[in-house]
């Protein structure tokens, strides 16, 4: 269960056709791989995929993966288990938790409720490819700061819905944010540090200190 | 040195946890995400049937999918089935889709038996038996005190109510499960679990293998609350399936469906209780009959673990004179287990909503009611700050009176958690260049153990936390308990605490130096020649304490048209003693409120009578607290660094559903005596629906209160056991 960087089963993908010209027919044989690949991928459009594993190509944090699955594999374990990206949860496996939240083109979307196959063509982001050569992103930074998880297995699914929800809306109100990620299930009770999170990455507001009242058995007397 | 600095430079100010990073960037690693080479998918195969016996399965139709690796039966045919869900076999394969083919080819051939799913129906003298030997109800735990007839005769007012509780499920995030790898001599498993000593010695004892040869690994986990102590069938099933396919690894992660099955659950809890006070407003007298149904069995019996029936009764305010007598009562259901504060929700509900009765008896206000009544100081003192927050004084009325469609009410209620530290172990390496490595068996549920191991050895070698290293979760390292009952940090704490006075005293000896805490610190270090090794242990110390405190109040506006239940404010007044990590205890105090708000209004597992199965097994039906149902929660923690290291994961959690009831009462002027407290239960309580259901049931609960008395005229041999 390994990301499979050529596909094998793919006979017909532009790659493999270009790479079995010789390297000066290339140039010429371009323009001719490009009609061949259209006409490929039509006439597989008309078949229908399945039961067994078909070739599926995903963008997934900027790069592309070729992998080998059966039709039925959600877009969730494709990432887990056949792209080997844990950081996406499952936690429901039926569009109720949130844990499992990527983004499609920008959009966060259930990926246990989105078959592999259907994700093609989109840009996919992964809890993995939120951080860049290893910057946190502001977000990122303002839930380690605040607290904003205990066991951390909602954690990707949030930040994912956070992220989507600043880039739509830079200055998200406590009601937003609480909206913006209603969709995300925390059994911890992280919430009251989520919207922290969130409004201070937006430079909304700065998480509230801690109360703590020094007390000895003096003070009881 | 064998106390606290006098100053603290690294505890009691807020430390983001050590691992959020890890957490943040998806790189923590679950056992849901380890993926070692040649790894296998697995499921289990469950009961169809709420009772019945299993005569056959078409083990080989599993066995011809393709892909599938291995098969394993949970139990010889035929299989006696006690509740819908039961574990019956195991499948592994090489994908999911080949281990789902193979559940739907495994035809299960079962005879079907009469069952009860319902505690109220249960304790019928005429109801299905769970088990043939004996009836539903079993024999009672009593406890007397003074003479509570006496005193109940004697108090000038007295008031008596109904109460019941709903099974509630865990629903951790991360459902229960191993990866495990094992070839028939040596296994290593990466838990999902609470506690890795014990998932060891379970996985060790049911593979016949020495302890020694079982390694249990746990660097992540998702959330447990009291479900996850055991290996479980899961764990055992996993070992199995990897034994059969020659030690490949297996990964058997539950279902959420399974989740809310076979896992455990809160049990339910019934019961009358009375209460007698004098003409000054004290206790007197206290009585409660009772009973808790944690499903076919006690915790023990079912893999499970921990986790009964019984419910603390007359504990926060307690009466001198006291009867109590509890029951437990057997369903065809998933058996109970821990969960948060075992007990403690239910009962604090049922003491503190008779307290807030017994002042509207009374004509008292229920917050003096309670400082009359209260024996803690501490306690005392967080009612009052509490009350302050909230404004109390300036804005509390009599249950029932604020005007209009949607009524504003307040509420209040105080916990107590006793449990205290111990079981822990800790050893500490240091290295030449004076950086610290600590090993400790304890694991990291989500409390943040992992960020206090470090911050406890700083603070007693006085050197900057990042020049140590904490590493926990695996059996390899000094024993510590299993993270529950909110004993971690105060046996953890003291066992580094100890590890690092004795590195102190080795240090100083090897390097002829005196003190070598601070600055001198890497001086000192660099005069040893290898790295030395000290161990600790927990004992009786500066860290060592017991009893933890809170109180709560809730402000609440219930919409007596829609039944709708606004929380708006809820504040929290706790202690722990000394706060090691103040960031990390408002999430755990949040946490356990938001729990308490799900059991308040919310979380009921509910049973089909006609069919025995979980109506509600998954996130949709079976509701949890969402981003839009929290309100605003003000935290106050109280820091008393001289009453040592306390855990807060349960205190926290216990009061505030009995707020909530307490609040919601008081808007209403009518009291739901059962929880969740829905909109549906508010609209019958008003009388503002043509059904009656909600007095209904109250009338059954009686009903099956006096049918559970009856009982102790029957021979004693024909009861079960009590679920403690």
């Known amino acids: ?221 | 040195m064998k106390t606290w600095p006098d100053t603290l430079e690294h505890l009691s100010k807020p430390r983001p946890r050590v691992d959020g990073r890890e957490k943040v960037t998806g790189r923590a690693e679950y056992a849901y995400d380890v993926l070692p080479q040649g790894w296998l998918y697995a499921v289990i195969l469950r009961a169809p049937v709420a009772a019945g016996t299993v005569t056959g399965i078409d083990l080989k139709a599993g066995r011809r999918v393709p892909g599938v690796r291995a098969v394993v039966l949970s139990q010889p045919l035929p299989a006696r089935v006690r509740f819908y869900g039961q574990e019956l076999a195991a499948v592994a394969a090489e994908t999911r889709e080949a281990c789902e083919d193979a559940l739907r080819a495994m035809k299960v051939q079962v005879r079907e038996e009469p069952f009860v799913v319902q505690e109220l129906e249960a304790v019928h003298p005429h109801a299905s038996r769970v088990f043939e030997e004996y009836g539903n109800i079993s024999k009672a735990k009593e406890s007397r005190q003074g003479d509570p007839e006496a005193a109940m005769e004697d108090s000038s007012t007295t008031v008596e109510g109904y109460y019941a509780t709903a099974v509630n499920l865990h629903q951790p995030m991360e459902t229960h499960g191993n990866t495990v790898r094992f070839n028939g001599e040596e296994l290593l498993a990466w838990s999902s679990t609470q506690g890795v000593f014990g998932v060891r010695d379970g996985l060790a004892g049911a593979m016949g293998i020495p302890l020694s040869k079982a390694r249990v690994i746990t660097r992540y986990m998702g959330g447990g609350f009291g479900s996850k102590f055991p290996a479980g069938a899961e764990g055992r099933l996993a070992a199995e399936l990897s034994k059969a396919t020659g030690g490949r690894p297996v990964k058997l992660m539950l279902t959420r469906f399974d989740e809310s099955l076979a896992v455990g659950n809160r049990p339910s809890c019934f019961a009358r209780v009375k209460m007698g006070t004098d003409s000054n407003g004290r206790i007197k007298a206290y009585e409660m009959t009772g009973f808790g149904c944690a499903g076919y069995a006690g915790g023990g019996s079912s893999e499970g673990g921990s986790g009964g029936a019984s419910f603390p009764a007359n504990h926060l305010y307690p009466a001198e004179n006291a009867r109590i007598d509890q029951r437990s009562v057997t369903i065809n259901a998933g058996s109970g287990r821990a969960f948060r504060a075992p007990g403690h929700p239910p009962g604090v509900f049922i003491q503190e909503s008779l307290m807030d009765q017994m002042a509207l008896a009374l004509d008292m206000d229920p917050l003096e009611f309670r400082l009359r009544n209260d024996d803690s100081p501490i306690r005392r003192k967080e009612f009052e700050l509490g009350a302050e927050r909230i404004g109390w004084k300036e804005t509390y009325r009599k249950p029932g009176s604020s005007p209009g469609v949607i009524k504003k009410g307040l509420g209040c209620a105080g916990s107590y958690w006793g449990v205290p530290g111990g079981d822990s172990n800790a050893e500490v390496q240091v290295n030449p260049d004076g950086s610290v490595v600590i090993r400790c068996g304890t694991q990291d549920i989500g409390t943040g153990t992992s960020t206090l191991v470090p911050l406890v050895a700083a603070e007693v070698l006085r050197i900057d936390p990042n020049l140590i290293k904490g590493e926990i979760g695996d059996t390899r390292f000094p024993y510590s308990g299993g993270s529950g009952g909110s004993r971690t940090a105060p046996s953890v704490a003291p066992a580094v605490f100890d590890a690092c006075v004795n590195a102190l005293e080795a240090v100083a000896g090897k390097s002829g130096m005196k003190d070598v805490r601070g600055e001198k610190w890497t001086e000192a270090c660099g005069k040893l020649r290898y790295p030395i090794v000290a161990q600790g242990e927990w004992k009786k110390g500066p860290l060592s304490s017991r009893g933890a405190y809170g109180a709560q109040f809730v402000e609440v506006e219930v919409d007596t048209e829609t039944g709708f239940i606004d929380l708006k404010r809820i504040v929290a007044v706790h202690d722990c003693g000394l706060v090691i990590n103040p960031l990390t205890a408002r999430s755990q105090v949040n946490g356990g409120i938001i729990m308490g708000i799900g059991g308040a209004l919310y979380e009921d597992r509910i049973m089909d009578p006609v069919s025995g199965v979980v109506l509600n097994p998954n996130y949709e039906t079976y509701k949890l607290p969402g981003m839009a149902d929290i309100p605003e929660i003000d935290v106050v923690l109280l820091n008393f660094p001289e009453r040592g290291v306390l855990g807060m994961g349960e205190p926290v959690h216990i009061p505030t559903s009995a707020a909530i009831a307490n609040a919601v009462a008081n808007a209403l002027g009518v009291r739901v005596q059962t929880l969740p407290i829905t909109p549906a239960k508010v609209l019958s309580a008003l009388g503002q629906t043509g059904d009656d259901f909600y007095q209904r049931s109250l009338s059954d609960l009686q009903r099956a209160l006096q049918r559970v008395n009856e009982v102790a005229s029957l021979p004693q041999e024909t009861l079960s056991e009590f679920v403690v």
């Open chain 1, 1 to 221: 269960m390994k990301p499979r960087k050529e596909s094998i089963g793919a006979r017909f993908t532009r790659r493999t056709f270009i790479k079995s010209l010789g390297a000066t027919a290339v140039t010429s044989a371009a323009s001719f791989a490009e009609v061949s690949a259209s006409e490929m991928k039509a006439a597989r459009e008309e078949m229908p995929l399945g039961p067994g594993a078909v070739p599926v190509t995903l963008r997934v944090n900027g790069k592309v993966l070729n992998l080998e699955l059966e039709p039925r594999v959600t877009l969730t374990d494709a990432l887990r288990y056949h792209a080997e990206l844990t950081g996406t949860k499952t936690g429901c496996d039926r569009a109720s938790c949130g844990a499992c939240t990527v983004l499609l083109d920008g959009e966060p979307v259930y990926s246990c409720m989105k078959l592999a196959i259907d994700a093609q063509g989109s840009e996919i982001t992964t809890i993995e490819g939120l951080a860049r050569d290893g910057q946190l992103t502001a977000l990122q930074e303002s839930f380690v700061e605040t607290d904003a998880l205990q066991c951390g297995f909602c954690t990707s699914g949030f930040l994912l819905s956070a992220t989507a929800l600043l880039a739509a809306n830079p200055a998200p109100s406590r009601e937003d944010v609480k909206h913006g990620c209603s969709g995300n299930l925390c059994r911890c009770g992280s919430q009251p540090h989520i919207v922290h999170a969130v409004q201070q990455a937006a430079g909304v507001k700065k998480a509230p200190q801690v109360e703590l009242i020094p007390m000895n058995r003096e003070d009881l007397a």
